[in-house]
């Protein structure tokens, strides 16, 4: 492995390989990173609430009014689906 190597992503096949069978190998490395990273929906998801939860982080400590209304807003959205469903299943 090259230096060069460390900069690609794990998804990525490196130019030069002259070697049929190399080749081969790492196009399929990186196919099978590929799928890996697309298929792994919880590993996803973790890093998308870990994206969300800093972006309310930097949003409350710039905006703590702000930040106060939203979570307002939200719990009452939250309340009104809640008793909505209710009301639907009590029919």
């Not at 090259?2 to 080749?23: F, K, N, Q």
């Not at 990186?30 to 309310?56: D, F, H, M, T, Y």
């Not at 939200?74 to 469903?85: F, K, S």
């Amino acid at each position: 492995m090259t230096s060069s190597d460390s900069t690609l992503p794990r998804t990525a096949v490196r130019a030069g390989i002259t070697d049929p069978v190399e080749s081969a190998r790492a196009e399929l490395k990186a196919a099978l990173a590929a799928i890996e990273i697309k298929g792994n929906v919880p590993r996803r998801l973790e890093k998308a609430s870990q994206r969300g939860i800093a972006k309310a982080r930097v949003f409350a400590d710039r905006n703590p009014a702000g930040a106060i209304a939203a979570a307002v807003g939200i719990a009452a959205v939250a309340g009104g689906l809640v008793w909505a469903i209710a009301r639907a299943v009590a029919r």
